[in-house]
């Protein structure tokens, strides 16, 4: 099992959910932080990534070349332009194009809204990932 984690900037978010994973599930899956700048890298690994891939090119070869089970990030990886910019056209490219689930984790930013999530807590979202990896045996 090998889960993808994008993130960018400080990876917060990313972060975040590398610590609940390893919590719930420990050794049993493989974790790669896909991180646009060093920072995130860094800040994922430290979270207990297995792995780590720093930068647009390197984060664009892996999800072409790597077969993952799935990929978890904040909404702004969906879009160029997200994250304060640092998702790239191709960034974003590759992740739609990736084929495997897609866990996004909504926020309340940039005018998006998304129905039904509004009083979600990022933990939350977390939460409701951990329990639909368990539910469809993706883990």
Known sequence: MLIAVLDAQGAG???T???EIRQEF???VKIYSLGTNETAC???KSAGADGSVCGEEKIIRFLQVRKVDC?????????SGGIKGEITSGISAAVFNASCKKYIIPLDMHGVFI???RSMK?????KEIIADLKTH???
Do not use: F, R, W
Request: no cysteine.
């Open 137 to 139: 045996k993706i883990v």
């Open 26 to 28: 420990a050794g049993d």
């Open 42 to 44: 860094q800040n994922m």
């Open 122 to 126: 990022i933990k939350d979202s977390i």
């Open 71 to 79: 990929l978890i990030g904040p909404m702004g990886i969906l879009s």
């Open 115 to 117: 129905p039904g999530t």
């Open 13 to 15: 978010i990313g972060k």
């Open 17 to 19: 959910v590398i610590t």
